[in-house]
């Protein structure tokens, strides 16, 4: 009778692992009760088998063929997966073991596997899963110490050769085993095979866990998503009382008399307005539904597009204390666009540039006629947006930390979904103020020398005494197509 690890295997795959001696020759070798029952309850181990998530359905099918290979390997009459469990041991899959205890014959419906209970009791994989190597035993009945393990006496077992299932480096759930009842001889072959398919059966097994885990964070993700939906609709219809509010009271004021009245009345309207449509873009842009047909497109000039930019957007500037100026030149092509989605998008981009540039600083908007497109460029002397970011600032929900909120992430998502609506592109580039890094091909704070629209003296001296100078800038711009003749 002998009891080997492999010796030759480990030797030849240079593993260093050291074997263990034959019971017959030193039986203090080999763990004793107390040395088992704490390996078997190691928490690590534990929760590395409970990862898996293997443990509750029992044996399953999709193990059988591996358990079929290293019988007809091995050439014995059968082979088993063990898991090792608190509780007792679970068997993924028994082949050629009918009419012994281990488990059901092959080819028995996993309905009929699934409930099986745990087996409780000393087994001869409690030994295996102690091990660094294969476990060999030519006479489990002649050994004085695995001869009285109660399991394998029961099951008939003679020979057995056991392979561990070696999760994170060093945890072992379970193994790999093949058995004979005769006694035989196991070669440095028979263990090679053995620890290549347990292997084979570990990665399997990772393979299946990150899968899980997959499907767990796309679960999340999917449940994340599904509950800021429901948070923007409830915030969009509880917004939407409030503004029929605001726009009645409107109505009853544009019917006053005083035409500073009127003036506020009219104002109060067009700000509703902006606001059920911001809601409506808010709803498009978090429920991923695709954008309402837009309004049929006409040809528009962009002298009379940039003179409504500033109209539009000058009281929010000087509300900041930031110039705001436009470059308008002579003889640019009308482009075709929608023009309520073209206003929002300048009113998205021009107000982000407003809302984080300094007091005292100047926020420029201007144009050129490139091809087939007129290209719009908003130019600020904010913080900027650091350059790792650029190819995220028009996500849904992303905003780069400044170290105040101004919004919901909302703005630059929506301004490309009406600027590629409208058969343009939108793209950011580097500012370059005072921080800016050197080597820049951008030319910077625009030159306002040849500009119809200069800021006064009194404008610049005050730019220039604000407590809180420029920073590095954004630029932001955006091409539309031009009307063809």
């Known amino acids: 009778m002998k009891t080997s690890p492999g010796a030759g295997f480990i030797e030849g795959l240079g593993t260093g692992v050291n074997t263990a001696a034959s019971p017959g020759d030193n039986a203090?070798?080999?763990?004793?009760?107390?040395e088992l029952d704490a390996a078997i309850a190691a928490p690590e181990r534990l929760r590395a088998l409970r990862r898996t998530d293997?443990?509750?359905?029992g044996p399953e099918s999709s193990y059988e063929r591996i358990t079929r290979l290293a019988a007809a390997l091995l050439k014995v009459p059968a082979a088993f997966i063990t898991l090792v469990g608190a509780e007792g041991d679970v068997h993924k899959a028994a082949i050629g073991m009918q009419g012994h205890e281990l488990g059901p014959a092959p080819g028995t419906p996993d309905v009929e596997r699934r409930d099986s209970p745990p087996a409780a009791g000393r087994t001869l994989c409690h030994y295996t899963i102690t091990a660094a190597a294969p476990l060999l035993i030519e006479d489990v009945a002649a050994d004085p110490v695995y001869g009285q393990v109660e399991s394998a006496r029961a099951a008939g077992l003679r020979a057995y050769a056991g392979a561990p299932l070696i999760l994170e480096?060093?945890?072992?759930?379970?193994?790999?085993?093949?058995?004979d009842f005769a006694p035989r001889a196991w070669s440095t072959l028979d263990a090679e095979l053995l620890t290549e398919l347990a292997r084979a059966i570990v990665r399997?097994?990772?393979?299946?866990?990150?899968?899980?885990?997959?499907?767990?964070?796309?679960?999340?993700?999917?449940?994340?998503?599904?509950?800021?939906?429901?948070?923007?609709?409830?915030l969009a219809h509880d917004l939407r009382s409030p503004l029929s509010a605001v726009s009645?009271?409107?109505?009853?004021?544009?019917?006053?008399?005083?035409?500073?009245?009127?003036?506020?009345?009219?104002?109060?309207?067009?700000?509703?307005?902006?606001?059920?449509?911001?809601?409506?873009?808010?709803?498009?842009?978090?429920?991923?539904?695709?954008?309402?047909?837009?309004?049929?497109?006409?040809?528009?000039?962009?002298?009379?597009?940039?003179?409504d930019v500033l109209h539009a957007m000058r009281a929010a500037a000087e509300a900041r204390g930031v110039l705001l100026t436009i470059d308008n030149p002579q003889g640019l092509p009308a482009v075709v666009i929608n023009y309520p989605?073209?206003?929002?998008?300048?009113?998205?981009?021009?107000?982000?540039?407003?809302?984080?540039s300094p007091s005292g600083t100047v926020v420029h908007v201007g144009a050129e006629h490139e091809g087939d497109y007129v290209r719009f460029c908003i130019t600020d002397q904010g913080p900027g947006i650091p350059e790792e970011f650029h190819t995220r600032v028009f996500d849904r929900h992303w905003q780069v930390e400044r170290g105040l909120s101004k919004g919901h992430g909302l703005g630059l998502a929506i301004s490309r979904l009406f600027v590629e609506e409208n058969g343009g592109t939108i793209d950011i580039d580097k500012g370059n103020g005072p921080e800016a890094e050197a080597g820049s091909d951008l030319t910077g704070t625009p030159d306002f020398s040849d500009l119809s629209k200069l800021p006064t003296m009194e404008e610049l001296a005050a730019a220039e005494a604000a407590p809180t100078g420029p920073g590095v800038g954004t630029v932001l711009h955006f091409t539309l197509p031009v009307a063809q003749a």
């Open 28 to 34: 203090s070798s080999v763990p004793g009760e107390p």
């Open 54 to 57: 293997l443990l509750p359905d």
């Open 169 to 179: 480096g060093s945890l072992a759930i379970g193994s790999l085993c093949a058995v």
């Open 204 to 234: 399997e097994i990772e393979l299946r866990v990150a899968m899980d885990d997959a499907v767990a964070a796309l679960d999340l993700t999917q449940r994340t998503l599904r509950e800021r939906d429901e948070a923007v609709s409830n």
């Open 248 to 307: 009645i009271s409107a109505v009853g004021l544009s019917r006053r008399p005083e035409p500073e009245i009127k003036n506020y009345a009219a104002i109060q309207t067009r700000a509703a307005k902006q606001m059920t449509q911001l809601i409506e873009d808010m709803r498009v842009s978090t429920s991923g539904l695709p954008l309402p047909a837009p309004r049929s497109r006409l040809a528009v000039r962009c002298d009379a597009l940039l003179a």
């Open 341 to 356: 989605q073209v206003m929002r998008v300048f009113a998205n981009l021009v107000g982000n540039s407003i809302a984080y």
